[in-house]
């Protein structure tokens, strides 16, 4: 026997967001693999130069610029799920470092806001109810943002109905 509601509802809207990396780790590979090399050849002529601390600091620069990458490819792991049905809008956001967040709304009493800006777009996407305000999508680019909001508001939309 099947546990659970016998008649689900219907998902209105369902979305993963993640934040975009556009270099993969090929490519993290072959841009580490240039700088180092370069800055290597560079290091070593000025070592032939006789200015041998310089040596040193191009490879502090390839190490601070691969540690740059880490950090931004740590914080890639964060996502957020979104999914709203007729009685239940819900959201959980997970951190870099794994914690969850989960916050359930009910989609007739909440409202969608966002935050324009004439040369950016849209900059915000919140959803509130009750005094609740939660941000979604806080690491999307703008066009990315826009389009949360058109979707998200037109499922809440058809969850009001």
Same mark, same amino acid.
């Given at each position: 026997?099947?546990?659970?509601?016998?008649? %689900?509802?219907?998902?209105?809207?369902?979305?993963?967001?993640?934040?975009?990396?556009?270099?993969?780790?090929?490519?993290?590979?072959?841009?580490?693999?240039?700088?180092?090399?370069?800055?290597?050849?560079?290091?070593?002529?000025?070592?032939?130069?006789?200015?041998? %601390?310089?040596?040193?600091?191009?490879?502090?620069?390839?190490?601070?610029?691969?540690?740059?990458?880490?950090?931004?490819?740590?914080?890639?792991?964060?996502?957020?799920?979104?999914?709203? !049905?007729?009685?239940?809008?819900?959201?959980?956001?997970?951190?870099?470092?794994?914690?969850?967040?989960?916050?359930?709304?009910?989609?007739?009493?909440?409202?969608?806001?966002? !935050?324009?800006?004439?040369?950016?777009?849209?900059?915000?996407?919140?959803?509130?109810?009750?005094?609740?305000?939660?941000?979604?999508?806080?690491?999307?680019?703008?066009?990315?943002?826009?389009?949360?909001?058109?979707?998200?508001?037109?499922?809440?939309?058809?969850?009001?109905?």
């Amino acid at each position: 026997m099947q546990k659970g509601n016998p008649f %689900p509802e219907p998902v209105l809207f369902e979305a993963r967001l993640s934040p975009h990396r556009s270099l993969s780790s090929t490519g993290f590979a072959i841009v580490m693999g240039v700088l180092a090399g370069v800055s290597f050849v560079v290091g070593v002529s000025f070592l032939m130069m006789g200015a041998w %601390p310089v040596f040193g600091f191009f490879g502090l620069d390839v190490a601070l610029v691969w540690l740059a990458f880490r950090v931004n490819y740590r914080d890639a792991r964060a996502y957020e799920d979104i999914r709203v !049905t007729p009685s239940v809008l819900s959201v959980r956001q997970v951190s870099a470092k794994g914690a969850a967040r989960e916050t359930d709304f009910n989609p007739r009493w909440v409202r969608l806001e966002k !935050t324009e800006d004439a040369l950016y777009g849209v900059t915000r996407v919140a959803l509130l109810s009750r005094g609740i305000l939660l941000i979604v999508g806080a690491f999307l680019p703008p066009l990315y943002k826009s389009e949360l909001a058109k979707h998200l508001g037109a499922a809440i939309a058809a969850a009001k109905r």
